[in-house]
């Protein structure tokens, strides 16, 4: 620069300015536009719904909600990351070559230009100023080391800003991927949806045996249906199964069982049963045809659901609407081993306890429909631990269940035709309601009940909207595009 009463760039140092933004305009403005119109072609297309209808209409493609790529014939000639890397080299020299010629090197004073490391001024020669000539600056050991220092720091911070925006749009594309596109619809699945002949309540997955259970009601219809997880039809039974509401699947390596609640008018009415896989009656809980809210002998009241451990003690939601609204837990020898709640608001009580569900830190999860809650009970004691209200303002919880590896809750609502996925809370923890995802079905599809394979993931919903059963298979996210 020349000092003066005005500062004004020599025509070398212009023109590297001016050449210099123009790379940026030309590496950076141009794929920047192209990464914003890829995010909005990815943006509404990820806002699209999974259309569940059965009849009319496209089927939804196999990953309804596509990760938002760069569009076609973006960065033919140099992608992304060698546009930026290049710009990274031309920056480091351009500046490293203003400081090798004093352009960037020296002081504006009164005077001139201080050769801050010998500490004198040097004319240029022209008069209009002091210059510290570019010889003197190259021979000059100490400020040939400055100018190769300032030089390095100059590339490597220029390098820094210019591949942050990469950095930052790998980590929104990986956020997408793993925390909000988590499932997609199996439009496959069964093979031949014929076999559904009523209307589906409940469903059960046996993963140790890769089985699902699929309970129906109707007139003069098979009340249980058995397929593969592949979703290949096996059998069907309709044995002592009056009305069906829950079913569950606790089969071992030495038994298949598999628990359904009955809350029926007839002779096998208000009861849970235990059968095998082939549909043979092993046990009957409570007075078969008779409700009540006798313990000895146990009675119930429209029960709604169970879950059975590994352990063999079962926890019972009792009163779909019927007179009890209360969580037991039995021993695997059918002994009461605590029992909560009564109708009420408080906590501990509830209003249509609906679902039930054991997290694997020892937690009992409730869906308390009726007060549009989730309470959370210690499964040894019963000692009420929390509650979940925050999530359900429109619609109470009809379904709960985990995932496998234990860090998310499945949820169904069944009026919304939604299901939540929300966070699982730490141990000692319960918290608020976390939601990372939602699946938003079809108006006329409502998720009664759900269950989920422990050995795949994959979401098993039983809706009353239609004679089918859908399922989710669990999105492959290790792939980060």
């Not at 996925?421 to 009664?448: E, F």
Request: glycine share 10%; hydrophobic share 40%.
């Amino acid at each position: 620069m020349r000092a003066g009463a005005g500062t004004s760039w020599e025509p070398k140092t212009s023109v590297l300015i001016f050449c210099y933004l123009g790379l940026c305009c030309l590496f950076l403005l141009e794929p920047r536009a192209s990464r914003e119109k890829g995010l909005e072609l990815g943006t509404r297309e990820a806002t699209k719904c999974v259309d569940l209808r059965l009849s009319g209409g496209p089927q939804p493609s196999a990953n309804p909600f596509p990760s938002p790529d760069f569009p076609s014939g973006h960065g033919e000639i140099l992608g992304l990351r060698s546009r930026r890397w290049l710009l990274s080299c031309i920056s480091g020299f351009t500046f490293a070559y203003l400081w090798l010629f004093g352009e960037l090197d020296c002081e504006e004073t009164a005077g001139g230009c201080v050769d801050s490391t010998v500490g004198r001024r040097s004319w240029d020669g022209v008069g209009a100023g002091f210059r510290t000539s570019w010889a003197q600056n190259l021979h000059r050991g100490p400020n040939r080391r400055r100018v190769a220092w300032l030089s390095v720091k100059t590339f490597s911070y220029f390098l820094f800003l210019t591949q942050l925006p990469l950095r930052l749009h790998f980590a929104f594309k990986f956020s997408w991927r793993a925390e909000e596109i988590l499932y997609r619809l199996d439009v496959d699945w069964p093979t031949y949806s014929e076999y559904f002949t009523g209307a589906t309540f409940c469903v059960a997955v046996d993963s140790l045996n890769e089985l699902v259970y699929v309970a129906q009601r109707g007139d003069n219809i098979p009340k249980v249906l058995v397929f593969t997880e592949d979703g290949y039809f096996l059998r069907a039974w309709n044995y002592t199964v009056d009305t069906p509401h829950g079913i569950f699947a606790a089969s071992t390596l030495h038994e298949q069982s598999v628990w359904i609640t009955d809350v029926g008018s007839g002779s096998y009415g208000h009861t849970v049963k235990k059968y095998n896989s082939f549909g043979d009656l092993v046990q009957i809980l409570g007075t078969p045809g008779k409700k009540g809210t006798g313990l000895n002998p146990l009675q119930f009241d429209n029960p709604a659901e169970l879950f059975v451990e590994d352990t063999g003690d079962i926890y019972i939601v009792d009163g779909d609407g019927g007179l009890n609204n209360r969580l037991i837990k039995l021993s695997q020898d059918f002994m009461i081993l605590w029992l909560r709640g009564e109708n009420g608001t408080e906590p501990a009580k509830f209003n249509i306890p609906h679902s039930v569900t054991v997290d694997s830190v020892g937690r009992v999860w409730v869906a308390d429909r009726g007060n549009r809650r989730i309470q959370v009970f210690d499964k040894d004691t019963g000692e009420w631990l929390g509650a979940w209200n925050d999530c359900f303002a429109e619609e109470g919880p009809s379904a709960v269940r985990f995932t496998p590896d234990g860090k998310r809750l499945i949820i169904a609502q069944l009026n919304l035709s939604r299901l939540l996925i929300a966070a699982a809370p730490p141990v000692g923890n319960i918290g608020n309601c976390s939601v990372i995802s939602t699946i938003q079905l079809a108006d006329q599809v409502l998720p009664h009940l759900l269950d989920v394979s422990q050995k795949t993931g994959a979401i098993y919903v039983a809706e009353i909207g239609a004679k089918i059963n859908l399922i989710f298979k669990k999105e492959d996210t290790s792939r980060i595009d």
